[in-house]
């Protein structure tokens, strides 16, 4: 994943933050503090500037860095502000239509969330996604995106486990939208 991320930043910062995020999840910490990997000011959040601040003040934080990552959407009229001030990087791990058996879809309608992922997939600098398929319904709203593979490397708790049973059992892990799979 390293040699993806100098795609994006070639002076290294975010390849440190994700080194930095085994270390982080070892020591039980209740969030990723992204300044003990980067020893530069701490984000937005960590300062108070949360979905209680306001705009502007989430806008004054933000361009305080050069680049920006967020996942999905950032609220209404951040993206437009920080246009060309700021790299953004979005994170679009589901596709953003959803079916009518979903159990957010009619969230999705309520709030137009299709429209706010849309928007903002087409107005951020870079799009991350998970899956080469997912990465080709992003190119059809902006061509800059990277695949960055969604897994675990192989550790003991991975591994397959021989039983004597002829029996098969499958387990699905997923959220309940995934009911429907079933």
Known sequence: YKDDFYKIDNAGLIGRMYDSVPTQLATDKRSYVISSATGKKKIAKEKGVSAKGSKEELIEEILKFDVVIFHNFLPEGV????????????????????????????TYKLEGITEKLVKSIKIADYVTTTTDKLAEKIKTLNTNVLVFKNGLKEVEQFKPVERNNERIKIGLVGSSSHTVDM
């Open 79 to 106: 993206q437009e502000a920080i246009k060309g001030k700021v790299i953004q990087i979005v994170d679009i791990d589901d596709y953003w239509v959803l079916n009518k058996n979903h159990l957010l879809s009619e």
